[in-house]
């Protein structure tokens, strides 16, 4: 059950930020990629920055900030 709950946050939080970064998703598939990334480099940037919570929501908000920081550095790589 722990797993479908990651990938849930995932696939929410890769939608998010696909919609904010470009006005879409990347599909299911890379929506969760996206997620599961941001949520470890979010959840890396939130440590370092000694700020914590608890809850669906806090996990959201720092996932989609991960995978918006993810989806910058790769936009900054490709040009």
Known sequence: MDFLYFLLIGAISGWLAGQIWKGRGFGIIGNIV???????????????????????????????????????????IKK
């Open 34 to 76: 996206v997620g599961i990334v941001g949520g470890f480099i979010g959840g890396w940037i939130a440590g370092k920055l000694g700020i914590g919570g608890g809850g669906l929501l806090w996990q959201i908000l720092i996932a989609v900030g991960g995978a918006w920081v993810l989806l910058f550095i790769i936009s900054f």
